[in-house]
């Protein structure tokens, strides 16, 4: 009886989940298709192929696929001045770039974004976003390009704006900020339980909540559509004709026309640039994070995320869809209505198809500005302006990165600031590496010889063993007096290569010719095979404490008997009125000196 009551609870609530899905997922599409630059269909086209796909392949069961803002935003980058084909085309080789990288396990290539520049990336392009809104908002009809360019066009056409279409963007602004913060009013105090009747209250302003965006475009089609029917016409911007029925099904165009000019394919791609790369990256990025967040814990299969992913562009650019990944507001709703299995996916999509063949009438009466409402409501919560308190208390230099992300993907272009923003991390990553830190230390062994220790702080690499070398040898001289045995510690060193060993070479020479011991301890088996196989054959090493001790012990013997010798040879310079050039340097020559010495 339990089971079944709780079988039949969650039916109730995955239905619910997904009748209010699509209301809110086909707004968000048409927006989306705007401000990718796009006729508003192309929104609708993007929105049902990642749903069945990944009811069928995905792993986790909050996700839904489809176009979002950052998708939007890349591919307007590349739709401007020119058209759809791009964007179909751009979808189709994102979809073949994230096959290869499942195929080849190339996933590891997104963790070399770090999180630094992903915050700066998302960001500026979230601001990009709203601020590439505002001709909407306010009326304007001017053509932009670029951040800088429409922050300038709209200062300057701040006379023309349209009143009504203002105030009706403003109005759905509020109205969606407060729809979206509802759902968080708390009906009882403490820890007290809710009543059956406040339960169903507060079901009913959750579902109030998440569906905002299409109560809020309704709303305003609704009051467009009196207007124009009643004969006095409307007061505001509208989308226009929505092209009806079911986008063609066919592959994605591999040649097309711009102006006189025929394109092929290799044309297109090179007019697509860098972005064939970029946008699968950033949406396998996008996807990959809100994999892991909404896991409750358990390990995400990220290959299969990718191969997913890559399916669902793939056979998105056979019905015209523009780039698609993850989106974190709808999978967030699904995770609020406690979804069971990815199969939900499948009821958005079919009313997707549903709407595409009998709603997109209607379509053509939705505001412009209610539109740019809804992307700005959904991207000024992407502005992650909360991280930079952390980061600052945590390690500085991280603000580096995110800064000179945010600040050139507003400046240059998204594209060219992620790339920079890539590129400054990996030089705070390598830099370690080229400059590793230096330990240098006195100390003295169990028998009570004094001897320099010196442990570097990294693995032995090319862009590094010139430093080191010169670190050790700077040491050895000047505070190992260039006599003092100097050990190398080598419990960081995790690994070597060619040039390292080579290096190490050199300054195992500079340290014979001045005569001064060097060892190396404990270094690890895959280093040693290293060195020696670079024919490192005086590379002396040692393993134990025992073995340094003894080592050590044996050296200061020698230099014992060293000195003994120099003294007794100096005795009989000075004897024999020897000039003190006269000296005899060798082991044996000593060992006659000392004999002839004891004879008389």
Request: charged residues 15%; aromatic residues 8%.
């Amino acid at each position: 009886m339990d089971s079944s009551h709780r079988i039949g609870k969650d039916s109730h609530i995955e239905m619910v989940t997904e009748v209010q899905q699509p209301a809110s997922f086909m707004p968000q599409g048409l927006a989306y298709a705007t401000l990718a630059g796009l006729e508003p269909q192309y929104g609708l086209y993007s929105a049902f192929m990642g749903c069945f796909v990944y009811a069928i392949f995905g792993s986790v069961r909050e996700i839904t696929i489809g176009p979002t803002a950052l998708m939007a935003l890349m591919t307007y980058q590349q739709v401007i001045g020119r058209g759809p084909e791009f964007a179909v085309l751009l979808c189709f080789l994102s979809g073949i770039v994230q096959l290869l990288m499942s195929v080849l396990h190339l996933g590891v290539l997104v963790d070399f974004i770090s999180i630094p520049v992903t915050v700066g990336f998302t960001s500026a392009t979230s601001v990009i976003i709203a601020v590439s809104q505002l001709k909407s908002l306010l009326g304007l009809q001017i053509s932009t390009a670029g951040f800088l360019d429409t922050l300038f066009k709209v200062f300057q056409n701040l006379h023309e704006t349209r009143l009504a279409d203002c105030l009706l963007g403003l109005g759905c602004i509020a109205i969606l900020l407060f729809l979206r913060k509802i759902k968080d009013i708390k009906l009882t105090k403490g820890n007290q339980k809710p009543t059956p009747n406040q339960r169903l209250l507060s079901r009913g302003i959750w579902l109030l909540s998440i569906s905002r965006n299409a109560l809020v475009v309704m709303a305003c089609s609704v009051t467009a559509y009196f207007y124009e029917t009643s004969g006095v016409g409307s007061p505001f911007l509208l989308t226009g004709a929505v092209r009806p029925g079911l986008p063609n099904f066919g592959p994605p165009p591999f040649s097309t026309n711009i102006g006189n000019r025929t394109l092929s394919f290799v044309d297109m791609c090179n007019e697509l640039g860098s972005s064939i790369i970029l946008v699968p990256v950033i949406a396998v990025l996008g996807n990959v994070a809100i994999a892991k967040a909404f896991a409750s814990g358990q390990s995400v299969d990220a290959t299969q995320e990718l191969l997913t992913l890559s399916l669902s562009n793939i056979l998105g650019s056979f019905t015209n869809s523009m780039p698609i990944t993850g989106s974190f507001s709808r999978s967030a709703v699904n995770h609020a209505s406690g979804v069971r299995t990815p199969m939900g996916g499948l009821f958005t999509g079919i009313m997707v198809l549903l709407a595409l063949s009998f709603l997109t009438p209607f379509f053509a009466f939705i505001p412009k500005t209610s539109l740019a409402a809804v992307i700005i409501c959904a991207v000024i919560f992407m502005i992650e302006y909360e991280v930079v308190k952390p980061m600052w208390k945590s390690n500085r230099k991280d603000l580096v990165p995110t800064f000179a992300t945010f600040i050139l993907c507003l400046a240059i272009g998204v594209e060219l600031g992620i790339l920079i923003g890539v590129g400054i991390n990996l030089v705070f990553l390598l830099y370690p590496s080229a400059r590793p830190s230096v330990n240098v230390e006195k100390a003295t062994s169990s028998s009570g010889v004094e001897y320099l220790l010196i442990t570097p702080g990294n693995s032995l690499y090319f862009p590094a063993i010139d430093f080191i070398r010169s670190s050790v040898g700077r040491a050895a001289i000047n505070e190992g007096l260039s006599h003092i045995p100097v050990i190398v510690d080598c419990r960081y060193v995790l690994g070597a290569d060619f040039t390292a060993a080579k290096g190490i070479a050199a300054l195992i020479e500079d340290f014979s010719k001045r005569k001064q011991p060097l060892y190396f301890y404990n270094p690890r088996a895959d280093v040693v095979a290293v060195f020696k196989g670079a024919a490192l054959d005086d590379f002396q090493h040692i393993t134990s404490e025992e073995e340094l001790d003894m080592i050590l012990q044996d050296y200061h013997n020698k230099i014992d008997i060293t000195r003994d010798d120099v003294k007794l040879i100096q005795n009989v310079e000075s004897a024999n009125g020897l000039p003190k050039s006269y000296s005899k340097h060798s082991l044996q020559e000593l060992q006659e000196i000392r004999c002839s010495s004891n004879d008389t």
